[in-house]
């Protein structure tokens, strides 16, 4: 499968394949592993991220079906995770190229390809700002809000993060007044007809453990559950207090793993 946008396309050769090019090309790497490159590149002046997926083999195939994990095998995963979430509002970077090729998931081969998002921050490098420099109470509430409404969504429409940090929550920066917010890195992406309860747990306390350090206040995490269940606060602390305490304790568990 191979699907590349006018932009993209025009700018690549027609003496060799689209995919091997794709496959190829070269810029700044941000994260490099065995079997999987990032890298920002730049073509006519517009700046691109692309990820690609050389075959992860069947050792890292075993290990992930020995740990009842479903293995993450190309871009695919990622390519309908971001799909799906632009279909539900939720701001995620613009996909202007996608290509899978094989049939033997040990060896497959693929790419993705976004559009740079416009100039931003992590709510985790912001938070950190937070220490010397406090945000308004109306801006900081806003953001919450935002955070909520991203996660809310997500869960109530079948998909999980797995790595739902602060750091994979970008902040447009000319967006102010109304926080524009942009979900990244979901290459471990899960997409279910419900999501569940287990996964809904991993993701709030990844969100929970990875903005232990930004000053949040009681009543700040008291606002984003009520956001998050979209209802009153005492109808959800009264009908769900064992759940939110489950999302602490793995929350809190991270955090003494990591600090």
Not at 37 to 43: D, E, G, K, M, S
Not at 62 to 76: D, E, G, H, M, W
Not at 121 to 142: H, M, N, V, Y
Not at 160 to 172: K, Q
Request: charge should be positive; include cysteine; hydrophobic fraction near 40%.
């Amino acid at each position: 499968m191979l699907m590349i946008k006018t932009d993209i396309n025009s700018q690549l050769s027609a003496e060799m394949p689209l995919f091997d090019q794709l496959m190829a090309m070269q810029g700044k790497v941000y994260r490099e592993l065995e079997n999987r490159r990032t890298q920002r590149v730049v073509l006519n002046d517009q700046a691109y991220f692309i990820k690609q997926h050389f075959g992860v083999g069947w050792r890292e195939i075993i290990k992930n079906l020995c740990q009842l994990r479903l293995p993450i095998t190309s871009a695919k995963n990622e390519w309908r995770a971001l799909q799906r979430l632009n279909e539900l509002t939720i701001p995620v970077p613009e996909i202007m190229a996608y290509g899978n090729r094989g049939m033997n998931p040990a060896t497959q081969q693929s790419f993705l390809m976004t559009r740079e998002l416009p100039e931003h921050i992590t709510l985790e490098d912001l938070g950190k700002k937070w220490r010397t420099d406090a945000p308004t109470f109306r801006f900081k509430q806003k953001l919450i809000k935002e955070v909520a409404r991203i996660a809310r969504i997500m869960h109530e429409n079948g998909i999980n993060h797995r790595d739902f940090y602060i750091c994979h929550l970008l902040l447009d920066l000319k967006h102010q007044i109304k926080p524009l917010l942009y979900l990244i890195d979901l290459h471990r992406a899960g997409i279910h007809k419900t999501t569940p309860k287990r996964w809904v747990i991993k993701d709030l306390a990844g969100l929970y453990f990875s903005s232990h350090e930004i000053g949040l206040t009681e009543r700040d995490l008291l606002r984003f559950i009520k956001e998050y269940r979209n209802k009153s606060l005492r109808a959800v602390l009264t009908k769900e207090a064992a759940f939110w305490q489950r999302v602490k304790i793995r929350g809190d568990k991270l955090y003494r793993k990591h600090a």
